[in-house]
């Protein structure tokens, strides 16, 4: 009863505990910051501490049992935190980059959930966990493509605008996009944008100019996008503008008025001159066609025409009969747009009389040759010839005007009367043209005028003023890195557009190209100069020079890139001697553990390798070797078996031949959870301690042993007590295993406590193991002299369990004993009727001696095993030595040879009541103690029974329990063993049924079921843990209990 009160009284406080806890399962809420792109393993701070837990703790003691974990489910954002179990330390896992995680967020905050729960006590909240995740400026703007081209009409107007694609900044806040500007500030535009709601903006390249494609065709532009870091961060765009033309410039006659003069008998189809006019617009735009203005007197159309694509001036009608007339021509020059644009001009022609006498033209070239010269870089109005005019007219027939009609470049200026010199008109370039004819056009004044007109030709001379051009800017060239020295391995050419001295080149190196080549000064051909090494260098670039022989000397350069290609001349090399690679036991077949990695300096196939397990260990080790260096795992390992593995490791390239090299593999294996951990002590065989209820408080009681072969934290072992009913009385050490009496205890505490022990370890997932154990507390005192009151009350239940016990053996004893009976009488008439002829036997007295050998040492239990008696109840000890009980029926002094006997009912009475005697006797025998009460006379009947055999070892009907020290305390069964003793008539009655000697020996198993107790004597306690008990059955003849 007192059991249950405790008990209850315990649920009382469990549930009062839960009712005022569990209203406060949710913990305080915890917000960190954290910058963005730091290292992983970055500390943020101590959950439970930043949560005040332990200001919400009922029981301190909980705080030093808290685990803390993430909820995971439905969170992905756990596996970029982990946090420390114990300390409940919030750490990243990874590099975190906000843009990926909060992208077009502007504010990053990540929640997580940690529970924090107590492994020995009710505390468990969830505490909320915001972390803010704050931006760096580690994003530049970016384009989506580094440059763009765009067309715009020279004739937009300003304000027009070309809509761009915007910049983009994963960034936010001031660290995105703050604005546009447009490089360089010459051009005529700027740029414009506007910020959106979301962040985005509308950028455009604005017109603030005027455009004039003929002046500038093309723009290039850089739109620069700049964030608001410090110092900014900046993307650019290049846009290349392209303008394109309208027609807006009409088609410009090189003059407004030509003057033809030309003899009246001019031949049709005679071209008398040609007009040009120039249109700088593009395409159809700038193409000029020529008509005549349908605007003017009817016969022009009949005498003249204009050709449509060259603008020559044909007669097609005579002249003949217009001696003296002159003619005004309208030329129109149109261009070919869809809205054409015209442009006109005159044509003056005078008819002259043929009969005058034209002018006579003489050229002089001033030079030593037939035609003129002049250098190229002659300044304007340099004369190159002299020109006289004779014309032996008079008046206005003799009056001669002169000029030049065919070439651009030069013109007449007046010398004298019927003189002139040609000069040079405009810049002169010989290697665009090196020779001109020059037509000099005099006419009179008479009516009709007449005119002559006379070519020279004039020569350009060179002067050194182009530089000599390769006929490529750069070269590309590929050679072996064993090529020899002095090989040649190409050849380069160079131009120069000037003439003699000024184009002959001569070839030479830079610095760094007579490093490795040389070359040849008039040929150009480049050889071999040094031994090349691709793995040293793998291109070579230099510049060869072109030197003309002008003076001063002018310098063309091209640019040579030579590759070095590669010869397997280079084995592999691996980036470690030693490679070593961790895999956990009980790992699946087929997976990568590591990469082995080795490097080629070598190219192309010579460079690839290939990898491959040394052949030794082809067949010894759980590894294979993939040929891209993986590292495989074929065969499930377990640690326990071996922890390390060594091997060697091949890698050979796949150039011709091939080349190879060699490394050592390490592979640890690293341990798994994967044992759960072994009891030592207590165990299936032994698993109960004995202590005496005066044991004092803080003694310790047993240690709980276990090991685990597993290594590290695998193998760390805590233990926990499964059952807290006891946990007031045994306190169980978690970390060293001690078990400890933790509160004093009393007679009434004397009993057996069997509770669950949990070992864990601390494993990840952890592993347990559970047993049971029981701590028997005795009565024994330990040298004190005077009993308590409650041992005697409990000695008092015991006699009464003993009892109610006994009384129901004996009923079923004597049930069995009628019916063993019945079936003897039967057997009896029958063997009588048989043995008549035989004659009487002899009657022989049968006596039954019963044995008890009870040593000093020895705990016995009492028939009944604990059908009503609890088990904290323990039974006073036996006296020491041996009691010897004989039962005899008086009536029946001899029994038949074949064992029948009989008790009657006065006899078996009388037994019944020598058993309760010897019972009595045997409870209130002295111990050996001096507070337990002397041993009362026993009755005459009883003591004419009893006699004291100290060495009746080996009577028909004994019963021993022997112990022996098992180090720690016995198990349940072999503490629990006991002598049986019969006190009870039947019990010899039964010995002497015709069944005896016949019965299983399955009938003792109800004696191995005992579990209630004697006390020990105290001289004798010191030892009950150096013991263990085993059972000696009570033998009745053939018969064991």
């Known amino acids: 009863m007192d059991v249950v009160r405790f008990l209850s009284l315990d649920l009382l406080l469990v549930c009062i505990l839960f009712t005022c806890i569990a209203p406060g399962i949710q913990g305080k809420d915890v917000a960190y910051s954290l910058l963005e792109e730091e290292q992983a393993n970055a500390y943020l701070g101590n959950v439970a501490a930043d949560a005040d837990l332990a200001s919400e703790a009922a029981d301190p003691a909980d705080l030093n049992s808290m685990k803390y974990s993430f909820l995971t489910q439905g969170n992905t954002i756990v596996s970029l935190f ?95 996009i703050q604005d546009y500007t447009l490089e360089p500030p010459t051009s005529p535009f700027t740029v414009g944008y506007q910020e959106f709601v979301d962040g985005s ?89 020529y008509k005549l203005s349908p605007n003017q007197a009817e016969k022009i159309p009949t005498l003249f025409a204009i050709s449509e694509s060259t603008g020559d001036v044909i007669i097609i009608g005579s002249l003949i009969y217009e001696p003296g007339k002159s003619y005004t021509i309208i030329v129109e020059a149109s261009d070919n747009a869809m809205q054409p644009l015209i442009s006109q001009a005159k044509v003056f022609i005078h008819v002259l009389d043929v009969h005058n006498n034209p002018p006579e033209i003489s050229i002089d070239p001033l030079s030593n040759t037939d035609d003129s010269e002049i250098l190229e870089n002659a300044l304007l109005d340099t004369a190159v010839a002299h020109v006289t005019i004779f014309d032996p007219d008079t008046g206005k027939n003799g009056i001669v005007n002169c000029s030049v009609i065919n070439s651009d470049k030069f013109t007449l200026q007046k010398f004298a009367v019927h003189e002139y010199k040609v000069v040079l008109y405009q810049p002169l370039n010989r290697e665009i043209k090196d020779r001109y004819e020059v037509t000099v056009y005099c006419h ?159 190219d192309g196939n010579n460079s690839r390798i290939t990898y491959f397990l040394h052949p030794n260990y082809n067949a010894g080790i759980p590894f294979s070797i993939l040929p891209n260096g993986s590292v495989m795992a074929t065969q499930v390992i377990d640690r326990e078996a071996k922890s390390r593995y060594d091997f060697t490791v091949i890698a050979e390239d796949m150039g011709t031949p091939s080349l190879r090299n060699s490394a050592h593999v390490t592979v640890f294996v690293l341990d798994v959870n994967d044992n759960n951990p072994e009891f030592v002590f207590p165990n299936a065989h032994n698993n109960t301690v004995v202590i005496s209820y005066q044991t004092p408080v803080n003694t310790i009681v047993s240690t709980v042993e276990t090991r685990d072969i597993d290594e590290g934290m695998n193998s760390k072992v805590t233990y926990f007590m499964k059952d807290k009913n006891f946990s007031h009385i045994f306190k169980l050490n978690n970390l060293s295993g001690r078990i400890v009496l933790d509160k004093g205890l009393t007679v009434a505490d004397a009993r057996k406590y069997t509770f669950g022990i949990i070992a864990q370890d601390k494993g990840t997932p952890p592993r347990i193991n559970e047993i049971a154990m029981s701590i028997v507390v005795t009565t024994q005192g330990l040298g004190e002299d005077v009993p308590q009151p409650e041992e005697h009350r409990q000695y008092f239940l015991i006699a009464v369990a003993i009892s109610c ?56 239990t009492m028939p009944g095993g604990r059908a009503n008696v609890p088990e904290s109840h323990l039974y006073p000890e036996i006296p020491t030595g041996s009691i010897q009980v004989s039962l005899k029926s008086p009536d029946r002094g001899h029994e038949s040879d074949s064992g029948q006997g009989s008790l009657d009912s006065s006899d078996r009475r009388h037994h019944q009541l020598t058993s309760l005697q010897l019972r009595h006797a045997l409870m209130t025998s002295p111990s050996g103690s001096k507070n337990r009460s002397a041993m009362p006379h026993v009755s005459p009947p009883l003591s004419g029974l009893i006699t004291h055999q100290d060495m009746d070892n080996h009577s028909d009907l004994s019963g021993e329990a022997n112990t022996s020290d098992s180090g720690r305390g016995g198990s349940e069964d072999e503490i629990n063993t006991s002598c049986i003793l019969s006190y009870s008539g039947d019990f010899d009655h039964l010995a002497h049924s015709p069944r005896g000697k016949h019965m299983s020996r399955s009938s003792s198993k109800n004696a191995g079921k005992r579990e209630d107790l004697f006390p020990l004597p105290e001289n004798d306690y010191g030892q009950l843990n150096h013991m263990k008990p085993t059972l000696a059955p009570i033998s009745f003849g053939d018969r064991f209990f």
């Open 444 to 602: 009179d004044t008479g009516t009709p005028q007449l005119n002559a007109s006379s070519t020279f030709v004039v020569h350009v001379m060179d002067i050194n003023d182009n530089t000599p051009k390769f006929t490529q800017q750069q070269y590309f060239l590929s050679v072996r890195e064993d090529t020899s020295v002095t090989v040649s391995v190409m050849q380069v050419a160079a131009n120069d557009f000037d003439n003699g001295k000024n184009a002959e080149v001569e070839f030479s190196l830079d610095a760094e190209g007579q490093k490795y080549f040389a070359i040849a000064e008039t040929s150009g051909v480049i050889s071999v100069n040094s031994d090349l090494d691709r793995e040293t260098v793998t291109q070579i670039t230099f510049t060869v020079y072109a030197a003309d022989k002008g003076s001063p000397s002018l310098t063309g350069s091209a640019q040579v890139k030579v590759y070095v290609t590669d010869v397997n001349d280079n084995k592999p090399e691996f980036i470690e001697n030693t490679f070593e690679y961790n895999l956990e036991e009980n790992n699946h077949v087929n997976v990568s553990i590591g990469v082995l990695v080795a490097n080629d300096k070598d």
């Open 82 to 176: 982990h946090i420390n179990e114990r300390q409940s330390s919030l750490y990243t896992a990874t590099k975190l980059d906000r843009e990926e995680l909060c992208e077009f967020e502007e504010e990053c905050i990540l929640e997580l959930e940690v529970i924090a729960r107590s492994t020995s006590g009710s505390l468990y909240k969830k505490i909320k966990v915001s972390i803010t995740l704050l931006d760096i400026n580690d994003n530049s703007p970016s384009f989506s493509v580094p440059s763009i081209t765009r067309d715009i009409s020279e004739g937009s107007l300003t304000g027009f605008y070309i809509p761009i694609e915007a910049a983009k900044d994963t960034d936010t806040g001031n660290f995105s």
């Open 201 to 289: 903006y509308s950028v455009r390249i604005v017109l603030n100019g005027q455009l004039d494609r003929e002046t500038t065709s093309t723009y290039k532009v850089n739109v620069i996008a700049r964030d608001g870091g410090d110092p900014p961060k900046t993307g650019a765009l290049e846009v290349t503008i392209n303008v394109l033309d309208i027609n807006d410039n009409r088609p410009k006659f090189s003059t407004q008025m030509y003057n033809v003069t030309v003899n009246e008998d001019v031949a049709v189809n005679t071209t008398i001159t040609t007009v040009f006019a120039d249109d700088p617009d593009q395409d159809d735009n700038g193409r000029v066609t």
């Open 805 to 860: 016990v006994t009384a129901v053996i004996a009923i079923v004893i004597i049930l069995t004993i009628c019916l063993i009976k019945r079936a003897d009488r039967i057997k009896q008439k029958y063997s009588e009727s048989k043995d008549n002829s035989d004659g009487p036997l002899g009657r022989q007295e049968t006596r039954k001696k019963v044995s008890f050998s009870i040593d000093d040492r020895v705990m016995t």
